[in-house]
């Protein structure tokens, strides 16, 4: 079993839509969570972080943290062709000596 | 969080030469980690290099192949030696935000070689 698990697409919605990215981690003692976005042939670019149970927002962005289901989302509103991009969950804790482990990846793609 | 500039951002390289990649960071940070993304796939992880000590490299990477040098809390090199067309990929340096990795990562902005 991967240690951070990601549907890898590609994912496709339509303008103005919400797109839901899941990842499901295997080390329940993980405490910090990040999802980056990547667009194609460029680096990782850190846009959301969430340490605790429940709902994170920021602008169009909702991040969702269930420790107990081992599970955390990412939620865009109103999808804009730019965000079509591969977006990486990654999960750090004590066990991994808050090192990173970066799920593959979901590949979204929002059509105009 | 820490700001990394990263060079050469691409190189088309001869095969059997070598490659050195260069991460600048704009404050100390105690770890600094270098990746590898092939086309249309996830990050792995090669080494992760701390200052005054030997990197520790993952499965599969060895030292001969991928030698790194930390000389100091703000820089990091990393060699692709002796290149073969399988060495063709995205290079990544990315360090902890803060004092450790529980904010996360910053990445530089990659280099992307070709070996022809």
């Known amino acids: 079993q991967k240690e951070v698990e990601q549907n890898s697409g590609p994912l496709s919605v339509p303008e103005g839509a919400i797109a839901s990215l899941n990842c499901t981690y295997s080390d329940r003692v993980s405490q910090s969570f990040f999802w980056y976005r990547q667009y194609s042939g460029k680096s990782p670019e850190l846009i959301m972080s969430?340490?605790?149970?429940g709902d994170k927002e920021d602008g169009r962005f909702t991040a969702q943290l269930n420790k107990a289901s081992q599970y955390v989302s990412l939620l865009i509103r109103d999808s804009q062709p730019s965000d079509s991009a591969t977006y990486l969950c990654?999960?750090?804790?004590?066990?991994?000596?808050?090192?990173?482990?970066f799920g593959g990846g979901t590949r979204l793609m929002v059509k105009p | 969080s820490a700001v990394i500039s990263q060079k050469p951002s691409r190189d088309i390289c001869q095969r059997g030469t070598s490659l050195t990649i260069q991460c600048q960071v704009d404050?100390?940070?105690?770890?600094m980690f270098w990746y590898r993304q092939q086309p249309g796939q996830s990050l792995t992880l090669i080494a992760t290099a701390n200052q005054g000590s030997e990197a520790t490299y993952e499965s599969g990477f060895v030292i001969d192949k991928f030698p790194i040098s930390r000389p100091n809390l703000t820089f990091s090199t990393l060699t692709v030696s002796n290149m073969s067309p399988e060495d063709s990929s995205i290079y990544l340096c990315?360090?902890?935000?803060?004092?450790?990795?529980?904010?996360?990562?910053?990445f530089g902005s990659g280099t992307r070689l070709t070996v022809v």
């Open positions: 990315s360090a902890q935000r803060g004092v450790t990795g529980f904010y996360g990562y910053t």
């Open positions: 969430i340490y605790s149970n």
């Open positions: 990654a999960v750090t804790g004590p066990n991994a000596g808050n090192m990173l482990t």
């Open positions: 404050s100390q940070v105690t770890m």
